[in-house]
């Protein structure tokens, strides 16, 4: 039966005992209305079947803070909008600098949240494909650069006293000191 309520005929395209196996008989239609039909004539019937749209990769949109770069030992976030685009399989890849295990988690609402965990930095493309063609400007580019931790601790203070001890300041003196990064060893000059 179709949406509006007429009933339709199916074409038997295969019968009973012919391929495939094991016997069975295929039926097929051709649905000229969107919609819900509904297919009667089986045990369990009505079984319905939903006519939608072709789908339309175009009009999927792609955003969110990775598209723009991110830093590594950190989520690289993008969300995935199809909610204007109908119904298809949905694909994700990302190739880079290491492989890397993509997240995503599906909202129920149309949009997927997406996120991978780059541990090495440098160029990483994410390709989108809705109904295995490429979605609006895909692939993207995700530059990871390296995180910087704030200074973990300081090493070493030349002659063992402090530029300032809380009450008094020493003026007019010139000290370097050192400090360690994650991967990186600053130093850092400080003169009054």
Known sequence: ??????EMKLDTVNKRGSLPTPPCTTYSYTPFELGEYLLYGMRQSPFPILCTPPPEPGRVRV????LDG??????????IDTREAGHGPLGISIIGQEEVLIHCLDNYDGTCLCSFFPTC????TI??????RAVPSSPFLCIIRPKLNPP???????????ICDGTACVLSASFEWFILW???HASLLISS
């Open 70 to 79: 991110g830093f590594t030992c950190a989520p690289a976030q993008f969300t």
């Open 152 to 162: 973990a601790s300081i090493v070493s203070r030349p002659h063992g006293f402090p």
């Open 63 to 66: 955003y969110g803070d990775a």
């Open 127 to 132: 390709h989108v494909t809705f109904d295995e």
């Open 1 to 6: 039966m179709t949406p509006s309520g007429r």
């Open 182 to 184: 994650r991967d990186l």
């Open 121 to 124: 930095s440098g160029d990483y």
